[in-house]
């Protein structure tokens, strides 16, 4: 069986994906001051870790939503042992089973370039309040990337298309948000250079190894895709709110 970058995610039990990982996602959350008792939407919510820190620290009715298998469970296991009642749901991002304006918030990490982009962000838009806020982050391409590069890239991840910063800012757009924000901008590079291994932890080389050959093959062909292209990678760290 061939194993795609999201099986092996799934399947290696890595809890923090996205650039920045778990340090960042606390830091964004802090900053805009959620408030006990929002509804918010996990799109993308892998194994559970943030979905976790929403419902335990900010006191938020929290939905997560992933539709690998994999990830349900993990989830599942984490939330059980954590005894949270988070809601989670195995569902598509493009096809979201909630009714409209449902979330105060939605929280998208690294989870929506994995999908048809224009569909996932018209489904938040739709399930999102009025004065509800999106919040993600998403691997964006630089203006350095070659077409041969991008290409490789696609084929990794198994993506549609590569976004730029202006690209994002405009399918949000055309979502329906009148207003983007980019609240962090970044290369691999520059995150690798501030990397901090005192607030880091993810998952370490030696956890790596105790995994099956195939998720290790995965998750080391993505580090070495991320080294070659680290100044042409990077990402961002957007809101957009759901105007009346």
């Known amino acids: 069986m061939t194993l795609t970058y999201q099986d092996a995610l799934a399947y290696g039990g890595i809890a923090e994906a996205h650039p920045g990982g778990h340090v960042l996602t606390k830091k964004i959350l802090k900053s805009e001051k959620i408030i006990p008792g929002a509804k918010v939407l996990d799109a993308g ?9 929403v419902a335990k620290e900010l006191k938020c009715t929290v939905y997560a939503v992933d539709k690998h298998p994999q990830m349900i469970q993990q989830a599942t296991k984490r939330c059980k042992k954590e005894k949270l009642p988070i809601n989670i749901v195995e569902a598509s991002l493009e096809n979201l089973p909630f009714e409209d304006e449902s979330f105060d918030w939605i929280i998208a990490e690294s989870s929506t370039v994995f999908t048809s982009v224009s569909k ?6 739709r399930v999102l309040t009025p004065n509800g806020s999106l919040l993600c982050i998403e691997m964006t391409k630089e203006d350095s990337l070659t077409k041969n590069e991008e290409d490789r890239i696609k084929k990794f991840y198994n993506i549609e298309k590569m976004f730029s910063e202006k690209d994002w800012i405009r399918a949000i757009q055309q979502a329906g948000f009148h207003k983007v924000d980019v609240l962090k901008s970044k290369t691999i590079l520059q995150e690798l250079q501030e990397y901090d291994m005192n607030e880091d932890k993810g998952t370490t080389s030696s956890q790596v190894k105790k995994m099956d050959r195939k998720v290790q093959n995965v998750l080391l062909d993505h580090s070495q895709l991320l080294l070659d292209y680290a100044e042409d990678l990077g990402y961002r760290v957007m809101k957009a709110t759901k105007m009346e």
């Open 45 to 53: 919510c892998g194994t559970g870790l943030t979905s976790l820190y």
């Open 120 to 125: 996932s962000l018209a489904e938040y838009f």
